[in-house]
């Protein structure tokens, strides 16, 4: 899942029981409410359709800054009534949020009609900048006689922790302060019990006609087709006061506008012969880019609203895997600030060792307390071998070794981590066990609490090493090797390439099922396989660890209908125990998860499979709302002329799941890039049936870049260099 260690399918004993997992209620569907998603830097805000906040049991809805929701309501009435919805639209680029709404039919109290509908109209246009939301209402009359329209807003703020809001019950809370009411201001504030004040200010121009602590009004009085705007800003914790308007919102929306810009220049960019896959591809970009939150050491992607955007090692590590052809300044980013959040020290209650590498980092009230114990959390099995399969990554596709100098000391420490600390018992595996009781229970990406087990159902018992983490240890010193080698350190890098070798040997003979015809989930603490054909498996194509004679076998497995649903590879095949296509980690599809699977499948030469599964996930983002991949979708089988079943709280937009497309098109490309030689190669490439001609702009490599096209030529794909700047060379394999 999203590498919370938070899943859907867990539940707590008791409000007062020890917290073992931490469990997203499914009281109300994500897809039922289609809410609409802002965010700018530690800042992000999710709206109903009509761009209102109706938070309750389940709801993610509300205005949240560093883990606390700072607006738990917001509701807009027309003489009283809630308007009715025109259209709701996020930009393209995910700049701003328009809501189109107009007035329903209005009665006096003898039932005669005084507002026919569809008369007035209203624009709710919206975004995010330094944490605040900015808002522009504009009121018009479009009848042929004025009109006296009041417009109502309640709004309130509960400060909750993100933690409380996705079901965490809390014995005691801080306490609200009393509202301070002005002229054109209202500020709400609340004392936590970490002692810390947060405050939400909201500001409105023109003066509002009435203003209470929850609520205002405006009563206009427009002339026919008049217009009038009102500006609403609603800041988090803002020491400085400033009046809102149109100056403010205006020069708000061209600074938000720039920053996102200034983000994406950087990708190549994509167009296709197919208007849907651009429209698609359009929005996993812009949904990238709006996921990035610039930190000191660069681009930083937070893994996905609502609950998960703050910093996630795995999530971030993964994503900048997959969008490294297109931009490695993520990669770099990600790279840095991992590093300089390295864990130093032993400490048991946030599952620190030395060298290990993040897992979660929350700022909210309850993590600030040792509530939850994610303030500073490294309870994940797989970040640090990630890390050095990325430090890896990005040195091979940029020949950056400056950086990767930079980063050594991290390397080092992420190396000696496997060794010292990965490795419990000295079987020359990586196995995890939490070192608290309020630590996750299953530390790889499939962190349920159910996830990990036997053929007959029964859960694994730890310390437990997963498949895909002995692959990641493997492509760790691999990398690492191909590092030290750069760095003219034969003898240590040629140590690694030794021990990498040993590692496959060990596990093919410890995992490799020829029953299974694939690689088992796990090992438990008793060395028992957990004979159970999952995904996991596809990773150590990704990862490279599988022999080649193996790789034909875990293909045919994962390609058959017990895994392969239509729509993407399932996480557990229909035939294991604990199936259940609508579970979070027993059935279900994550495209990343797929992503990961196809280039695995792409390395071993099964170009046509990784094609495949780019159709089925493209297939079902047209059935998805904005075409956005979800964060999972549910394992039922594909039907004829059907879409398919959503899951009910699945994060959208999620980082590693917008890249998952842009990956999955790598992948049937065979992209790769020599930044020595100065050189772009296609690898026996494949077009998807969807797509007959891409073309990819601005690829970058050194100081050089080309455009390319790539189109399908009968039964064959060509490759040609329409625009070349610099000493760029682009080599096709067929």
Known sequence: MVSTGSNPATALASPAAPIAQFFI??????????????????????????????????????????????????????????????????????????????????????????????????????????????????????????????????????????????????????????????????????????????????????????LGSDHVVYDLHLAPQETRPLFIEIGCDQTVTQRPGYRSFFIGLRD??????????????????????????????????????EKPEGPYPYAGIPWFSTVFGRDAIITALETLWLDPEIARGVLGHLAINQATDVDPSSDSEPGKILHEVRAGEMAELGEVP????????????????????????????????????????????????GDRDGDGFVEYGRLTEEGLVNQAWKDSHDSIFHADGALAKGPIAIAEVQAYVYGAWQAAADIFRRLNRAER??????????????????????????????????????????????????????????????????????????????????????????????GSVWPHDNAMIAKGLARYGYRSDAARIFEGLFAASTYIDLQRLPELFCGFARQRAQGPTFYPVACAPQAWAAAAPLSLLQSCLGLDFDPDALRISFNEPRLPSFLDEVLLRDLSIGNGSADVAVRRSGRHVMVDVVERRGDVRVLTML
């Not at 809501?99 to 039919?105: A, F, V």
């Not at 200034?262 to 429209?279: D, H, K, P, V």
């Not at 020949?399 to 190396?415: S, V």
Request: hydrophobic residues 40%; contains cysteine.
């Open 25 to 210: 209620p499914a009281a109300a569907s994500l897809q039922e409410r289609r809410p609409r998603t802002l965010k700018h830097g530690d800042t992000f805000a999710v709206f109903d359709h009509n761009g209102d906040v109706l938070s309750g049991p389940g709801s993610p809805e509300g205005l949240f800054h560093l883990d606390t929701r700072y607006l738990s309501h917001l509701y807009l009435t027309i003489n009283g009534k809630r308007p009715m919805l025109l259209s709701s639209t996020l930009r393209d680029d995910n700049a701003t949020l328009r809501c189109d709404l107009t007035n329903p039919d209005h009665f006096d109290d003898k039932g005669k009609l005084t507002l026919g509908h569809d008369l007035i109209h209203l624009r709710r246009s919206r975004f995010l900048w330094n944490a605040r939301c900015y808002e522009r209402l504009t009121v018009s009359n479009y009848d042929d006689r004025p009109q006296h329209v009041r417009i109502e807003i309640g709004f309130g703020a509960d400060f909750a922790d993100l933690f409380e809001v996705r079901g965490t019950v809390r014995a005691r809370r801080g306490r609200h302060l009393p509202a301070v009411v002005e002229q054109d201001a209202v500020l709400l504030s609340y004392i936590g019990l970490d002692k810390r004040k947060r405050s939400t200010r909201l500001s409105f121009d023109p003066q509002p006609d009435q």
């Open 374 to 421: 994610f303030r500073r959390y490294y309870g994940s099995i797989d970040s640090t071998p990630l890390f050095v399969m990325l430090a890896g990554e990005y040195l091979h596709r940029t020949g950056d070794l400056a950086t990767i100098e930079r980063l050594l000391p991290h390397i080092e420490a992420a190396l000696t981590w496997i060794d010292e600390y």
């Open 493 to 586: 890098s040629a140590s690694l390439l030794v021990r990498a070798e040993g590692l496959r040997r060990a596990f093919d003979a410890a995992f490799f099922d020829e029953e299974l015809g694939t690689y088992v989930l796990a090992l438990d603490g008793n060395k028992r396989p957990c004979r159970t054909r999952s995904s996991n498996a596809g990773h150590a194509l990704f990862a490279g660890i599988a022999f080649p004679e193996r790789a034909k076998q875990v293909a045919r497995t994962l390609m058959s209908a017990p895994s392969f649903c239509g729509w993407g590879i399932r996480t557990i095949a229909s035939t294991e125990a604990r199936y259940n296509p609508m579970s979070y980690h027993n």
């Open 256 to 293: 938000a506008r720039r920053a996102l810009r200034a983000l994406s220049s950087r990708a190549a960019s994509i167009a296709t012969s197919n208007g849907i896959f651009n429209e698609a591809a359009r929005r996993s970009i812009a949904d990238l880019y709006m996921l990035m939150t």
